[in-house]
C-alpha cells in the first residue's frame, strides 16, 4: 500500500515539474519568436507632403497630396513621406510598401467624416466576415515594409453627429428614424445582410456592401501585408475598430496612444496574423483594449488561418470591455499568446483576460500565458470565459480552450476572481492553471462551470487563499 502511495506521489510531483517546465519553456518560446519580429528599414528618401500641394490648415478633405507623395515615394523606392507640424485635412490614405509615413510633433491629421469619400469601397473584413467596403482611413492591401511613425496625431473625427449614429444606439447619437438600420426601406441592418451573404457562401467579390448598410470603416488596416510597424502616434476619435491587421505577418505596435470611446472602438485587433509585438502602448477605448480575432463562421473556416504568437508587454490599460481578448470572432483559432509586466486600472475596464466565442463561431484557443499584471480595479472578472458568447446556448461547432496560465496577477477590486462560463454537458475548457496570484475586494468569488484540470497555486481571494 504504501509503495503505491509513494508511487502516486511521485507521478504527481513529476506531473507538476513537468507542467512548470512547459510554462517555462512557454515563456522561452516567446524569446524566440521576438527574434523573428522585426522593424522595416527604409531608404533614406524623405518627401514632405508640401511639396505636393498639401497645405496646412485648408480644411480640404479632397486634398490627394498625400497619397501622391507616399506613391512617389514608393516609386522612387521607398523612403518616408513627412507630415510636418500643423493641422491637415484629409480623405482616406493609401500606403505603399517601402514607404514609412511618419507624423512630426505637433502634427495632426483630421480624416474626412463623410462616407462617400471612402469610395471607391475595398476588400476587407467587417466583425469576421469577408466583404467589399468602405475604405478604411488609412489602408494597405499586400505590401510589404511599411510604417506609420511619429508623435503627431491621427485624428477620425468620429462622434455622435457622424459615424457614431450608425450604431443604432441612443447614447452615440442615433434617434428613431434615422436609416442607420434601414436597407433598402426595409427594417434589415447591413450588418444582417452581410451575415446572410455569409451564411448563403456568396463569393466574397459580390459581397458588396452600400452606405445604406452602415458598416463604419477600420481606422487603420493592413490587409494581406508582410513587416508593419506603428509607433508613438496617437490615435483619436476612430469610425470603428482602431488598429486592424488582417491576415498578416511581422507586425510591431510600439508605443501607440489609444483614445476613442465611440461604439466598437477596439484599440487593436490582430486577426489572423502570425507574429505580432504589442509594447509600451496605452488604451483607453469603448471598446476591447486589444481583441485578437481569427475570422467568423464560414468564412473563418473556409480561411482557417489562426491568429498565433502574438506578445503584449509593458501595455497600460483604462477604460475597455476587456484589456487582453481573444474572441469573439475567433473561428480560425488562435494559439501562442504571451501578455506581461501591464498596469490595468479603471472602473469602466470589464475584465483583464478575457476570452469568448460559442457553437456557432467555434475555434480552438490554445497556450495562452499571462504573468506580472497589476490591476488597480476592473468591473467583473480578473479572468472571464464566455462559451455562449450573445447567448448561443447550442451549435454544431463547439470552441475549444485549453493551457490558459495566470501567474503573478494581482489585484485591488473585482466581481469575480476567475469566472468560467462554459457548458456543463461538455466540457471544452481544460488545463487552466492559476499560480502566485492575489484578488482582493472580490465581490463573488470564483464561478467555473463545464472546465477541467483548473487549478489554483498559491492563489489568494480576499486574503484567503484557495484550497
Given at each position: 500500500m504504501k509503495q503505491v502511495a509513494l508511487a502516486l506521489i511521485t507521478l504527481l510531483i513529476a506531473s507538476c515539474a513537468k507542467t512548470l517546465t512547459s510554462e517555462e519553456q512557454a515563456w522561452k518560446q516567446a524569446e524566440e519568436v521576438l527574434k523573428h519580429i522585426q522593424e522595416p528599414v527604409f531608404p533614406e528618401l524623405r518627401i514632405s507632403v508640401l511639396e505636393y500641394g498639401v497645405v496646412e490648415g485648408i480644411e480640404d478633405y479632397s486634398n490627394q497630396g498625400i497619397n501622391q507623395a507616399i506613391l512617389a515615394c514608393s516609386e522612387q523606392g521607398g523612403g518616408t513621406v513627412v507630415i510636418p507640424t500643423g493641422v491637415f485635412y484629409t480623405g482616406p490614405i493609401t500606403m505603399q510598401s517601402n514607404v514609412c509615413l511618419h507624423l512630426e510633433d505637433s502634427?495632426?491629421?483630421?480624416?474626412?467624416?463623410?462616407?462617400?469619400?471612402?469610395?471607391?469601397?475595398?476588400?476587407?473584413?467587417?466583425?469576421?466576415?469577408?466583404?467589399?467596403?468602405?475604405?478604411?482611413?488609412?489602408?494597405?492591401?499586400?505590401?510589404?515594409?511599411?510604417?506609420?511613425?511619429?508623435?503627431?496625431?491621427?485624428?477620425?473625427?468620429?462622434?455622435?453627429?457622424?459615424?457614431?449614429?450608425?450604431?443604432?444606439?441612443?447614447?452615440?447619437?442615433?434617434?428613431?428614424?434615422?436609416?442607420?438600420?434601414?436597407?433598402?426601406?426595409?427594417?434589415?441592418?447591413?450588418?444582417?445582410?452581410?451575415?446572410?451573404?455569409?451564411?448563403?457562401?456568396?463569393?466574397?467579390?459580390?459581397?458588396?456592401?452600400?452606405?445604406?448598410?452602415?458598416?463604419r470603416p477600420p481606422f487603420i488596416q493592413f490587409y494581406s501585408c508582410k513587416n508593419?510597424?506603428?509607433?508613438?502616434?496617437?490615435i483619436e476619435r476612430a469610425p470603428f475598430w482602431l488598429i486592424h491587421p488582417l491576415l498578416s505577418e511581422n507586425i510591431i505596435?510600439?508605443?501607440?496612444?489609444?483614445?476613442s470611446h465611440g461604439p466598437n472602438n477596439d484599440g487593436c485587433d490582430p486577426e489572423s496574423c502570425k507574429?505580432?509585438?504589442?509594447?509600451?502602448?496605452?488604451?483607453?477605448?469603448?471598446?476591447?483594449?486589444?481583441?485578437?480575432?481569427?475570422?467568423?463562421?464560414?468564412?473563418?473556416?473556409r480561411w482557417n488561418i489562426p491568429s498565433e504568437n502574438i506578445i503584449v508587454r509593458n501595455c497600460t490599460m483604462k477604460n475597455g470591455h476587456g484589456g487582453v481578448v481573444i474572441g469573439s470572432e475567433i473561428t480560425g483559432g488562435c494559439r501562442n499568446v504571451w501578455a506581461e509586466n501591464c498596469t490595468m486600472d479603471s472602473p469602466e475596464l470589464d475584465r483583464v483576460l478575457r476570452i469568448k466565442s460559442n457553437a456557432i463561431r467555434g475555434g480552438i484557443i490554445e497556450n495562452v500565458y499571462m504573468r506580472n499584471i497589476e490591476v488597480g480595479e476592473?468591473?467583473?472578472?480578473?479572468?472571464?470565459?464566455?462559451?455562449?458568447?450573445?447567448?448561443?446556448?447550442?451549435?454544431?461547432?463547439?470552441?475549444?480552450?485549453?493551457?490558459?496560465?495566470?501567474?503573478?496577477?494581482?489585484?485591488?477590486?473585482?466581481?469575480?476572481?476567475?469566472?468560467?462560463?462554459?457548458?456543463?454537458?461538455?466540457?471544452?475548457?481544460?488545463?487552466?492553471?492559476?499560480?502566485?496570484?492575489?484578488f482582493n475586494n472580490v465581490d463573488k468569488g470564483n464561478l467555473i462551470v463545464g472546465a477541467e484540470a483548473v487549478s489554483f497555486e498559491q492563489v489568494y481571494i480576499n486574503g484567503s487563499m484557495i484550497e
Open positions: 502634427a495632426i491629421l483630421r480624416f474626412s467624416t463623410h462616407p462617400s469619400d471612402y469610395e471607391p469601397f475595398v476588400l476587407s473584413r467587417w466583425e469576421g466576415w469577408d466583404c467589399i467596403n468602405f475604405k478604411p482611413l488609412i489602408y494597405g492591401y499586400k505590401l510589404e515594409n511599411v510604417a506609420i511613425t511619429g508623435n503627431g496625431i491621427l485624428d477620425g473625427q468620429a462622434s455622435d453627429e457622424n459615424w457614431w449614429p450608425w450604431k443604432s444606439r441612443p447614447e452615440y447619437g442615433w434617434k428613431p428614424g434615422m436609416i442607420s438600420q434601414e436597407w433598402n426601406g426595409e427594417n434589415v441592418a447591413g450588418r444582417n445582410r452581410l451575415a446572410q451573404m455569409e451564411a448563403d457562401e456568396w463569393p466574397i467579390e459580390e459581397r458588396i456592401m452600400t452606405q445604406e448598410d452602415r458598416l508593419v510597424l506603428i509607433s508613438d502616434v496617437t505596435v510600439r508605443g501607440v496612444t489609444m483614445e507574429n505580432v509585438l504589442i509594447e509600451d502602448c496605452f488604451f483607453n477605448t469603448g471598446d476591447d483594449c486589444i481583441a485578437i480575432k481569427s475570422g467568423r463562421n464560414n468564412d473563418g473556416r476592473c468591473k467583473e472578472a480578473i479572468f472571464r470565459v464566455e462559451m455562449k458568447y450573445e447567448k448561443v446556448m447550442e451549435g454544431p461547432h463547439m470552441p475549444e480552450i485549453r493551457n490558459v496560465y495566470l501567474t503573478n496577477v494581482r489585484s485591488n477590486k473585482s466581481r469575480y476572481g476567475v469566472w468560467i462560463d462554459g457548458f456543463e454537458e461538455v466540457i471544452s475548457v481544460w488545463n487552466v492553471q492559476v499560480r502566485d496570484c492575489a
